[in-house]
C-alpha cells in the first residue's frame, strides 16, 4: 500500500484532496496493529472499570452526598445509580458501531474517549447533596454511557480491520478479557479509593481519558470498510423503547408492591414487561423491512453467529449474577465475621477477589492465541464447563467458608470466563462480511451488557425469593434471644427481605436504624452491644443467603452449561457464512477458515492482510497491482 493510500479516507477515489492530520504511525506500519490493539484496550478498559468502581464504592458514594440507601424511597436511586450506564450502553452500542461502519470506526471511537473524558469531570464535582445529589451522578453515568458505549461498539471492529486472521484471535483475547477484567479490576481500584474521597473513582477516569484521547487521535487509521447509509431511526426508536422498557421493568420487579416482597404484581411492572416485549417484537419487523437496518436480522442466518451470541448473552447473565453474590457474601457476611469493620468492607472485598482477576488476565490471551491454532470452539465449550464446576464448587462451600477454597474457585471462576471471552468473541466476529463489522460488533455488546442488567433482576429475585421463605423465622427468633420485645421483632420480621439484601450489599449493619433508639437503650447493654456489633447480623442472615444462593447458583450452573452447547453450534456442511459468501475479501478477512476455525486461505487471502482495505480488486479477486503469496 502507498502512502498515499494510507493516507486517503475510506471510500474515496485517488486523485481527491483531503485534510489530514500528522499522525504517529501510519496505518502500514508493521507495528501499527499493536498500536491499534493497546489503544482500543485501555478504551475498553475504563468503560468496563467505570461500571465495578461505582458498584463496590457505593456505600462511600451515598455517605458523600448525605443520602441513606436504606430508606425504601432511595432504593431505587441504588438501583438506578447501576443500572443506568448498563442500560444506555447496551441499548446504544448497536447503533454507534453502525455509525463507525457509515461515518468511521475510528472517527466514532475518539469521540467516545472524549465524552467519556469530559463527564468524569463532571461526575467528579458533583455540588448538590440528597437526592438532588443522587440525580446528578445518575443523569451524568448515563450520558458517560453514550461515550462507553462509542469505545465498545467499535473496539473490536477496529482490531479485526488491523489484525490479519492469524493473529486476530490472540488480539480479540487480549482486548475482551481486558473488558471483562476490567469489571473485576474495579472491585480492587474502587475499594481502595473510595476510603480517601469518593469522588476519586471519578477523577481515576481523567488523565487516562485525556491520554487515550490523543493517542487514538494520532495514532489509529480508518483501515476498514466504510459503508455509507442512512441511520435506521425507527429501529432504533423501537429497539431503545423496547430494551428500556423491560429493562426497567425488571428493575422495579425486584423491589417491593402491595405488601409483596417484590413487584411482579404491580401494574406498572406487568405493562412494562408486556409492552417492552411487544416494542421488540415490533422493532424485529421493522428491522425486516427496512433496507439499512441497525440490527441486520440477516446475521442470525448464520448459525455460528446465532450461537456465539446466544452463549454471549447466557455467559454474562451468569458472570453478572456471580459478581452481586460474591459482593453481598463477602461484604455482609464473611468479612464481618472475621473481624473486619464495616467501613473497611469494600476495600477488602475487592482484594479477596483479585484470585477471580488473575484468572481472566491469565486465561484470556493465551486462549486466544491458542484458539488461532487450533480452532475456537474446544475453548470456547472448556470455558463454560470450567465456569459450570466453579459454580458446582462454589454451591457447596459453607457460608463461613476457609478462604483457600474460596479462593481457588473464584480463581476456576476466572480462569473459566478467560477460556470462554476470546474464542467466542472470535466465532462471532469471524461469521460476518467486513462491512457489518461494526454492527456485528455492537450486537455482541449489547448481548454482553443487556445480560449483565438482566443478571441484577434475575438474580436479586431468585436471591429475594430465597431469603423471603426462612428469613422472617430466623430474624424474629434472632431478636427475640437478644430480649427485644416480641411486637418490635415481629415488625422487623416482616420487612421486605430487599432491605437486608440491599444492607449486605452495601456493607451495611441495618439492625441499628431498624430497631433504633427507642429499644435499644432500653435493652441490657450487653444485647445491644451485641446487636450492633460485626457478628450478630452475618450470623443471622448466614442460613438465609445460603438458602437463596442455591438457587442462584443452580441457574448459574444451568446457564453456563447450556452456553457450552450453543458455543459448538456451527453452519451445516456445505452452507457458507455470511462471511464467506459476501465478497472474495471476506473469505479471509473474517476469520481464516469456516466458523473461525483456522486454515490455510485460497489464493485471495493475500487481501487479509490488510483486512478491509477500500482499493479495488481486479477479475481475480485480488487487489490491483497486487501479486498473490499463495
Given at each position: 500500500m502507498?502512502?498515499?493510500?494510507?493516507r486517503?479516507?475510506?471510500g474515496?477515489a485517488?486523485?481527491?484532496?483531503?485534510?489530514?492530520?500528522?499522525?504517529?504511525?501510519s496505518?502500514?506500519?508493521?507495528?501499527?496493529?499493536?498500536?491499534a490493539?493497546?489503544?482500543?484496550?485501555?478504551?475498553?478498559?475504563?468503560?468496563?472499570?467505570?461500571?465495578?468502581?461505582?458498584?463496590?464504592?457505593?456505600p462511600?458514594i451515598?455517605t458523600?452526598?448525605?443520602?441513606?440507601?436504606?430508606?425504601?424511597g432511595?432504593?431505587g436511586?441504588?438501583?438506578?445509580?447501576?443500572?443506568?450506564?448498563?442500560l444506555?450502553?447496551?441499548?446504544?452500542?448497536v447503533?454507534?458501531?453502525?455509525?463507525?461502519?457509515?461515518?468511521?470506526?475510528?472517527?466514532?471511537?475518539?469521540?467516545?474517549?472524549?465524552?467519556?473524558?469530559?463527564?468524569?469531570?463532571?461526575?467528579?464535582?458533583?455540588?448538590?447533596?440528597?437526592?438532588?445529589?443522587?440525580?446528578?451522578?445518575?443523569?451524568w453515568?448515563?450520558?458517560?454511557?453514550?461515550?462507553?458505549?462509542?469505545?465498545?461498539?467499535?473496539s473490536t471492529?477496529i482490531?479485526?480491520?488491523?489484525?490479519?486472521?492469524?493473529?486476530r484471535?490472540?488480539a480479540?483475547?487480549?482486548?475482551?478479557?481486558?473488558?471483562?477484567?476490567?469489571?473485576?479490576?474495579?472491585?480492587?481500584?474502587?475499594?481502595?479509593?473510595?476510603e480517601?474521597?469518593?469522588?476519586?473513582?471519578f477523577?481515576?477516569?481523567?488523565?487516562?481519558?485525556?491520554?487515550?484521547?490523543?493517542?487514538?487521535?494520532k495514532?489509529l487509521?480508518?483501515?476498514?470498510?466504510?459503508?455509507p447509509?442512512?441511520?435506521d431511526?425507527?429501529?432504533?426508536?423501537t429497539?431503545g423503547?423496547?430494551l428500556?422498557?423491560?429493562?426497567?421493568?425488571?428493575?422495579?420487579?425486584?423491589?417491593?408492591?402491595?405488601?409483596?416482597?417484590?413487584?411482579?404484581?404491580?401494574?406498572?411492572?406487568?405493562?412494562?414487561?408486556?409492552?417492552?416485549?411487544?416494542?421488540?417484537?415490533?422493532?424485529c419487523?421493522?428491522?425486516?423491512?427496512?433496507?439499512?437496518?441497525?440490527?441486520?436480522l440477516?446475521?442470525?442466518?448464520?448459525?455460528?453467529?446465532a450461537?456465539?451470541?446466544?452463549?454471549?448473552?447466557?455467559?454474562?447473565?451468569?458472570?453478572?449474577?456471580?459478581?452481586?453474590?460474591?459482593?453481598?457474601?463477602?461484604?455482609?457476611?464473611?468479612?464481618?465475621l472475621?473481624?473486619?469493620?464495616?467501613?473497611?468492607t469494600?476495600?477488602?472485598?475487592?482484594?479477596?477477589?483479585?484470585?477471580?482477576?488473575?484468572?481472566?488476565?491469565?486465561?484470556?490471551?493465551?486462549?486466544?492465541?491458542l484458539s488461532?491454532?487450533?480452532?475456537?470452539?474446544?475453548?470456547?465449550?472448556?470455558?463454560?464447563a470450567?465456569?459450570?464446576?466453579?459454580?458446582?464448587g462454589?454451591?457447596?462451600?459453607?457460608?463461613d467458608?476457609?478462604?483457600?477454597?474460596?479462593?481457588?474457585?473464584?480463581?476456576?471462576?476466572?480462569?473459566?470466563?478467560?477460556l470462554?471471552?476470546?474464542?467466542?468473541?472470535s466465532?462471532?466476529?469471524?461469521?460476518v462480511?467486513?462491512?457489518?463489522?461494526?454492527?456485528?460488533?455492537?450486537?455482541?455488546?449489547?448481548?454482553?451488557?443487556?445480560?449483565?442488567v438482566?443478571?441484577?433482576?434475575?438474580?436479586?429475585?431468585?436471591?429475594?425469593?430465597?431469603?423471603?421463605?426462612?428469613l422472617?423465622?430466623?430474624?424474629?427468633?434472632?431478636?427475640?434471644?437478644?430480649?427485644?420485645?416480641?411486637?418490635?421483632?415481629?415488625t422487623?420480621?416482616?420487612?421486605?427481605?430487599?432491605?437486608?439484601l440491599?444492607?449486605?450489599?452495601?456493607?451495611?449493619?441495618?439492625?441499628?436504624?431498624?430497631?433504633?433508639?427507642?429499644?435499644?437503650?432500653?435493652?441490657p447493654?450487653?444485647?445491644a452491644?451485641?446487636?450492633?456489633?460485626?457478628?450478630?447480623?452475618?450470623?443471622?442472615?448466614?442460613?438465609?443467603f445460603?438458602d437463596?444462593?442455591?438457587?442462584v447458583?443452580?441457574?448459574?450452573?444451568?446457564?453456563?452449561?447450556?452456553?457450552?452447547?450453543?458455543?459448538?453450534?456451527?453452519?451445516?456442511?456445505?452452507?457458507?457464512?455470511a462471511a464467506?459468501?459476501?465478497?472474495?475479501?471476506?473469505?479471509t478477512?473474517?476469520?481464516?477458515?469456516?466458523d473461525?476455525?483456522?486454515?490455510?486461505?485460497?489464493?485471495?487471502?493475500?487481501?487479509?492482510?490488510?483486512?478491509?482495505?477500500?482499493?479495488?480488486?481486479?477479475?481475480?479477486?485480488?487487489?490491483?497491482?497486487?501479486?498473490?503469496?499463495?
Open positions: 502507498t502512502a498515499e493510500q494510507t486517503r479516507p475510506a474515496t485517488p486523485g481527491v484532496r483531503h485534510r489530514t492530520r500528522r499522525a504517529w504511525i496505518a502500514d506500519h508493521p507495528r501499527y496493529k499493536w498500536v490493539l493497546t489503544n482500543t484496550t485501555l478504551g475498553v478498559l475504563i468503560a468496563t472499570i467505570n461500571g465495578s468502581i461505582v458498584l463496590i464504592s457505593l462511600g451515598f458523600g452526598i448525605r443520602l441513606d440507601p436504606l430508606q425504601p432511595n432504593v436511586y441504588l438501583l438506578w445509580m447501576l443500572m443506568g450506564y448498563l444506555v450502553t447496551a441499548v446504544l452500542v447503533t454507534l458501531g453502525r455509525l463507525g461502519d457509515m461515518r468511521g470506526r475510528v472517527r466514532v471511537y475518539n469521540l467516545g474517549f472524549v465524552v467519556f473524558t469530559v463527564t468524569s469531570v463532571i461526575l467528579s464535582v458533583d455540588p448538590l447533596h440528597g437526592s438532588a445529589g443522587a440525580l446528578w451522578l445518575i443523569g453515568r448515563i450520558v458517560q454511557a453514550v461515550g462507553g458505549a462509542m469505545l465498545m461498539a467499535n471492529a482490531l479485526t480491520d488491523a489484525f490479519p486472521a492469524r493473529q484471535g490472540m480479540l483475547g487480549v482486548n475482551m478479557v481486558a473488558g471483562i477484567a476490567g469489571t473485576f479490576i474495579g472491585l480492587v481500584l474502587g475499594g481502595a479509593l473510595v480517601w474521597n469518593w469522588r476519586s473513582i477523577w481515576v477516569n481523567v488523565p487516562i481519558g485525556l491520554i487515550g484521547t490523543v493517542w487514538a487521535y495514532s487509521h480508518e483501515t476498514g470498510i466504510r459503508n447509509g442512512r441511520i431511526w425507527w429501529g432504533n426508536l429497539f423503547a423496547g428500556t422498557a423491560l429493562l426497567a421493568a425488571i428493575t422495579y420487579g425486584i423491589q417491593p408492591y402491595g405488601g409483596h416482597t417484590m413487584g411482579w404484581t404491580d401494574p406498572w411492572v406487568l405493562a412494562g414487561l408486556a409492552g417492552g416485549a411487544l416494542t421488540l417484537a415490533v422493532f419487523m421493522v428491522e425486516a423491512k427496512v433496507t439499512e437496518p441497525m440490527f441486520p440477516r446475521l442470525f442466518r448464520d448459525a455460528a453467529f450461537g456465539g451470541n446466544a452463549a454471549t448473552l447466557l455467559g454474562a447473565i451468569a458472570r453478572g449474577g456471580l459478581q452481586f453474590m460474591l459482593i453481598i457474601w463477602l461484604q455482609g457476611i464473611w468479612l464481618p472475621h473481624g473486619y469493620d464495616y467501613a473497611d469494600p476495600l477488602w472485598a475487592g482484594i479477596y477477589l483479585l484470585p477471580l482477576t488473575v484468572g481472566f488476565l491469565a486465561a484470556g490471551p493465551v486462549s486466544g492465541a488461532d491454532r487450533f480452532g475456537a470452539r474446544p475453548f470456547a465449550v472448556a470455558g463454560c470450567v465456569t459450570a464446576v466453579s459454580f458446582a462454589l454451591l457447596v462451600l459453607p457460608t467458608f476457609p478462604y483457600g477454597a474460596f479462593a481457588v474457585l473464584v480463581l476456576l471462576n476466572g480462569l473459566g470466563n478467560g470462554f471471552a476470546a474464542p467466542n468473541t466465532i462471532i466476529m469471524s461469521s462480511p467486513p462491512d457489518a463489522r461494526g454492527a456485528a460488533s455492537g450486537m455482541r455488546a449489547t448481548f454482553q451488557n443487556a445480560g449483565t438482566l443478571s441484577m433482576g434475575v438474580f436479586f429475585s431468585l436471591m429475594v425469593a430465597g431469603l423471603a421463605g426462612s422472617p423465622h430466623t430474624l424474629g427468633s434472632g431478636l427475640t434471644a437478644q430480649h427485644v420485645p416480641a411486637p418490635a421483632a415481629h422487623v420480621a416482616t420487612l421486605p427481605p430487599v432491605g437486608v440491599f444492607a449486605a450489599f452495601l456493607g451495611y449493619n441495618p439492625v441499628r436504624q431498624l430497631l433504633g433508639p427507642a429499644i435499644l437503650d432500653h435493652l447493654r450487653a444485647n452491644a451485641n446487636l450492633t456489633g460485626r457478628e450478630f447480623f452475618p450470623h443471622l442472615i448466614s442460613r438465609p445460603h437463596g444462593l442455591v438457587v447458583f443452580t441457574l448459574a450452573i444451568a446457564m453456563a452449561l447450556v452456553a457450552a452447547v450453543t458455543s459448538l453450534i456451527r453452519n451445516r456442511r456445505g452452507t457458507t457464512s464467506t459468501s459476501a465478497s472474495p475479501l471476506a473469505t478477512s473474517a476469520g481464516g477458515g469456516v473461525g476455525r483456522p486454515g490455510r486461505a485460497p489464493c485471495t487471502a493475500t487481501v487479509a492482510e490488510a483486512p478491509g482495505s477500500q482499493w479495488p480488486l481486479d477479475g481475480s479477486g485480488r487487489q490491483k497491482g497486487q501479486r498473490p503469496t499463495c
